[in-house]
């Protein structure tokens, strides 16, 4: 057993897992509709490949990946396309996005099944393999699963060391991990394997939080059933643990330096579902057709359900039987989740846990007060933030300077607004000041285009109308003298011209660089993760732009 | 619905409850100012609680904030009872309600109330009380068999509310200077520590009675500790800077300077360590930056009381560092995860 190590801060919130762990994972029953969203994957949205009025078989493609980051996109049962086009997804914006309804024939009927021998296939072939297969991290960041196998820096591959599985699910209430685990540990190690042959890592890790003890002894029963060499690591239930780079610490005491990736450090992990997924897709043929989500919270039938993706939220509730005082639904855990924000939604590779909230259960916090510096958050913060400082830059909207009190190495894990005892809504204003931060770029962006086109337009013109002077001088001058030599004047003044170019680029250059160095730092450096936070939140605000512009212009037609 | 954004779920902790931690952290002290000066004390904790919490209402009123919210968070009751402990127990009336007020509109509200104000409230009060009134501020009542005379509760109160003493006693026959002024004085008149230490008013460590009430403050402060209310930085650097410069001094030379416990256990020593230096909003909030606040103003303490004008420095001490506090913090913010061994 190596030795585990500490990360700064954390929090120990009333875990809330044993009530859906006491039933074994149930299989939902095929629903009367599925909804299947086009878009459950960081990235781009998968291109649909099939029309209303087609029939489709179980795990047939109908959306096909475009772009880098993206993510084919399947059917998950056998029936009838019966629309294609916008319908609500469960997204916190609320703005309904392109899927696919189908009617589900009932039949199950499969496509052909083809398993692969992933040792003997060359390993980008498999990485293509598992984009076509729909592949994502299940941990709630739903990245597709082959661009992290694919750990580039600069253009030379890197080299892992170590392989993390994150089994520590350390947010309240959600326990389709641990279910998971407890059920289906062999093929959790056996995906495990698959993703450390492709990774051609050394090491395999798998960190489980120690409030998992039947989860731990069965993947370690797994693991040695399997003939493995891994390692299964229990480690301190501390939340956020399951935070990638915080698990990273515990587990091998390197930190991820910021702004960085964990492949920069040698170490790259993956969620225990993933890597389940990952077997299925391997030994069975099976791309992504379902997950594992925890209902519980106020409901009489807390418990994990095997779901097929695209399922309607409400016919998942409905089996767990919400409540009467339920008065509303969490997507996700107490401390990171957001609100569902209706249940006419479709089930995604992402929804993890639904939990019904009462007053009982989430009571209304006590009334806000001035922050008083008492430094508990501080305290609690994983990533060594001083919380109230970035809340006071927030709110003051001096967005500089909580970009220098490192504002984006805050993953919003919620420990200090947890402890807070003014109860302020912390992570709120850093979320608002991030977003700010990265409209005001974008803005500025494009502001630095239009300038750039402007310039460059008035340079065109400045060009145009000296040369066409010098060329009615060059005229006007081989008129008066009829000797050659007065030709050789011509190329003089078009050097003179290119030399003017040459000066105008040089300085908008210039220009150009400065403003890059004018940017704010920490902007640098995204991981694929933010710049697809970014690219979604940039396609998000061209829909609200779409809308509205269809909005005036309907009464024209 | 209650909350619209993560996480939601809080820690049931509030500051209210923190406020109620550290008046009830005050109690052990309090006893032991009882046991040893009488229940005078406690009037004036009465007086000044009744101010702070009226002057507290008013200024939400004029600020045009919630009343209710804000006088639950019990901190105008704690600024009003430590500056209480801080002034002598036999204080007429209107030098508690002054400088009460004077802590709450002044030092708390006009700095923008709640979480806002730079200095110790309750240290603004008395630094103001010492500098207008230094008479009524050195009256110190007698402990508890150690005065001529000793007046009865109701003498007390007549004392401090009318300023009629019984017949045919004086002020000075109820009063004494407290320990370390006396030793100041004396010192001044070169006498040697050892003959100082053995009037009537010392007691094993420091003060007779006084040092009973430091040890009273001591398992207080220890008790939100253990409550994790206040962590160990402050008192554990403050105290320890007293220690080591007191230690140094009575080393050097012990005819001319007390031993570092007599420094512990006298004047405002604990109350400062535990519960005046800690005071979240004007104290720094990085770990590295409490230690060096403490430490200055331990040292500062020391030299106000080893070499300055006044008996004690602790209050003088706490402001003078509160207004250092910004820089502190600038200069001790930690690494962040990600960025050790890396320029922050
Ligand atoms: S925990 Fe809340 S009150 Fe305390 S310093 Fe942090 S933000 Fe301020
Ligand atoms: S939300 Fe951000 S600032 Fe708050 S504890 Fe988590 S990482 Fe630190």
Redesign the interface.
């Known amino acids: 057993m190596s030795a585990l190590f500490k990360?700064?801060g954390g929090?120990h919130?009333?875990t809330h897992k044993t009530e859906s762990t006491a039933t074994p994972i149930t299989r939902l029953p095929l629903p009367a509709r599925l909804v299947v969203p086009f878009r459950q994957h960081a990235g781009d949205a998968a291109i649909p490949i099939v029309k209303p009025g087609d029939h489709v078989l179980k795990g047939q493609l109908i959306g096909e990946p475009q772009g880098f980051v993206s993510s084919a996109v399947h059917a998950p049962t056998s029936g009838v396309i019966e629309f294609i086009g916008p319908h609500p997804v469960a997204h916190p914006s609320g703005l309904p996005d392109i899927c696919a309804v189908l009617i589900p024939d009932g039949k199950e009927s499969w496509i052909e099944k083809v398993s692969v021998d992933y040792r003997n296939t060359p390993i980008a072939g498999l990485r293509e393999h598992l984009r076509m297969a729909g592949i994502v991290g299940l941990g709630g960041a739903v990245f597709p699963s082959d661009i992290k196998l694919r750990p580039l820096r600069g253009h030379s591959i890197q080299n892992i060391e170590v392989l993390i599985l994150n089994g520590a699910e350390c947010e309240?209430y959600i326990t389709c991990d641990d279910m998971l685990m407890r059920e289906r540990a062999a093929e959790v190690v056996r995906g495990g394997e698959i993703l450390r042959f492709m990774l051609g890592a050394g090491k395999v890790l798998i960190g489980i939080e120690d409030n998992k003890p039947e989860a731990i002894a069965a993947m370690r029963a797994a693991v040695q059933a399997e003939g493995l060499p891994f390692e299964v690591a229990e480690i301190p239930t501390l939340y956020p643990s399951g935070s990638a780079?915080q698990l990273i610490?515990v587990l091998t005491g390197r930190?991820?330096?910021?702004?960085?990736l964990p492949t920069d450090i040698g170490v790259q992990s993956f969620n225990v579902a993933t890597a389940y997924s990952v077997a299925r897709c391997f030994e069975q043929g099976e791309p992504m057709l379902s997950r594992i989500v925890t209902v519980t919270g106020n409901v009489t039938q807390p418990r994990n359900y095997e779901v097929l993706l695209g399922t309607p939220i409400a016919d998942l509730l409905a089996h767990s039987e919400p409540k009467t005082d339920t008065?509303?639904y969490?997507m996700?855990g107490?401390?990171?989740?957001?609100?569902l924000p209706s249940t006419d939604v479709p089930l995604v590779k992402a929804s993890n846990c639904f939990i019904a909230?009462s007053?009982a259960l989430?009571?209304?916090?006590?009334?806000t007060?001035?922050?008083?510096?008492?430094?508990?958050c501080?305290d609690a913060c994983?990533?060594?933030?001083?919380p109230?400082?970035l809340y006071w830059f927030a709110r003051a909207k001096d967005f500089g300077k909580t970009q220098s009190?490192?504002l984006f190495?805050c993953i919003?894990c919620?420990a200090c607004?947890?402890?807070?005892?003014?109860?302020i809504?912390l992570?709120?204003y850093y979320?608002f000041a991030k977003s700010e931060i990265r409209a005001r770029e974008q803005d500025k962006l494009s502001a630095d285009r239009a300038r750039e086109r402007h310039e460059y337009r008035e340079f065109r013109m400045e060009r145009e109308k000296r040369e066409k002077e010098e060329k009615l001088r060059a005229k006007e001058r081989a008129a008066q003298a009829t000797k050659p030599a007065a030709t050789g004047e011509v190329p003089t003044a078009s050097d003179a011209a290119a030399e003017a170019q040459r000066k105008i680029q040089d300085a908008l250059a210039q220009a150009k660089a400065q403003a890059a160095e004018a940017q704010p730092r920490n902007t640098e450096n995204l991981t694929p993760e933010q710049l697809a936070e970014i690219a979604e939140i940039e396609a998000r605000r061209a829909r609200i732009r779409e809308l509205a512009k269809s909005d005036v212009e309907a009464p024209k037609e | 619905m209650a909350a619209f954004f993560s996480p939601f779920l809080s820690k049931p902790d509030t500051v209210s409850r923190i406020m109620l931690q550290v008046l009830l952290a005050l109690l052990p002290g309090i006893a032991m100012y009882v046991w040893y000066f009488g229940p005078a004390i406690l009037v004036s904790i009465s007086l000044a609680s009744i101010t702070a919490l009226g002057t507290e209402a008013l200024m939400l009123k004029l600020r045009d904030r919630p009343v209710a919210p804000f006088l639950k968070d019990h901190s105008a009751l704690l600024t009003g009872w430590l500056l209480a402990l801080s002034i002598p127990p036999l204080a007429p009336w209107w030098l508690v309600v002054v400088g009460t007020a004077f802590c709450i509109v002044v030092a708390k509200h006009l700095y923008g109330g709640l979480g806002n104000n730079l200095f110790n409230p309750a240290m603004v009060g008395f630094a103001v009380l010492i500098i207008s009134f230094p008479a009524q501020m050195t009256q110190w009542i007698s402990p508890h068999g150690l005065g001529q005379i000793e007046l009865t509760f109701a003498d007390q109160l007549r004392y401090m509310f009318l300023g009629i003493l019984p017949p045919n006693v004086t002020l000075d026959a109820i009063t004494m200077a407290t320990p370390l002024d006396t030793l100041k004085t004396h010192l001044h008149l070169d006498e040697p520590i050892r003959q100082i230490l053995d009037m009537p008013i010392y007691g094993r460590l420091a003060g007779q009675g006084s040092e009973m009430v430091s040890w009273g403050f001591l398992a207080g402060g220890l008790y939100l500790m253990a409550r994790r209310i206040i962590s160990w930085h402050i008192p554990l650097a403050y105290l320890g800077t007293i220690f080591a410069m007191a230690g140094i001094f009575h080393l050097a030379d012990p005819a001319h300077y007390v031993t570092p416990l007599f420094h512990w256990f006298s004047g405002a020593a604990m109350l400062g360590a535990f519960f005046i230096l800690t005071d979240p909003v004007s104290s720094p909030t990085t770990h590295h930056g409490k230690l060096i606040f403490a430490a200055g103003a331990g040292l500062i303490t020391y030299l106000i009381r080893a070499f300055g004008g006044f008996p004690d420095g602790t209050a003088f001490a706490t402001l003078l560092m509160n207004i250092c506090v910004p820089l502190i913090v600038l200069y001790t913010q930690p690494k962040i995860f990600g960025r050790k061994g890396r320029k922050p």
């Open positions: 990360f700064h929090v919130p009333p309240p780079k610490r930190e991820v330096p910021s702004g960085e008065r509303g969490l996700g107490p401390m990171m989740g957001t609100p909230m007053d989430f009571p209304a916090p006590p009334a007060l001035p922050c008083i510096r008492c430094g508990r501080a994983p990533a060594d933030l001083q109230m400082d009190y490192h190495d919003e919620g607004a947890y402890v807070c005892p003014s109860h809504p992570v709120q979320r």
